[in-house]
Nanobody
Framework: QVQLVESGGGLVQPGGSLTLSCAAAGRTFNRTTLAWFRQAPGKERELVAR????????YYKNAVKGRFTISRDTAKNTVYLQMNSVKPDDTAVYYC?????????????WGQGTQVTVSS
């Protein structure tokens, strides 16, 4: 059983920056995947970024490439999403998710989500 708790969401102006945190617990995360998803009103949930815990290898949705950075602190069992140059289209509920495999498979555990609103 994996517990994921997101924090750091809030209101930010277009072009601004925000950092989301996901505190993870419940198991060792070696050879697993931690990811950030988001869901905007009227839209389907989409993968934003993922990171392989053991290697640090990352993947980003094209829309956020160059603006967002996913990272992890292995000592703190925490995953971060640094969001720079945010746009109104980034407005969504952001969820932290866990996958017990590296390359494929379902995400089995989810956080409650944190709201990010990009508005002037």
């Amino acid at each position: 059983q994996v517990q994921l708790v997101e924090s750091g969401g809030g209101l930010v102006q277009p072009g601004g920056s925000l950092t989301l945190s996901c505190a993870a617990a419940g198991r060792t995360f070696n050879r697993t995947t931690l990811a950030w998803f988001r869901q905007a009103p009227g839209k389907e949930r989409e993968l934003v970024a993922r990171i392989y815990w053991s290697t640090g290898t990352t993947y980003y949705k094209n829309a956020v490439k160059g603006r967002f950075t996913i990272s992890r602190d292995t000592a703190k069992n925490t995953v971060y999403l640094q969001m720079n140059s945010v746009k109104p289209d980034d407005t969504a509920v952001y969820y932290c998710a866990f996958r017990p495999q590296v390359l494929l498979g379902n995400y089995t555990d989810w956080g409650q989500g944190t709201q990010v609103t990009v508005s002037s």
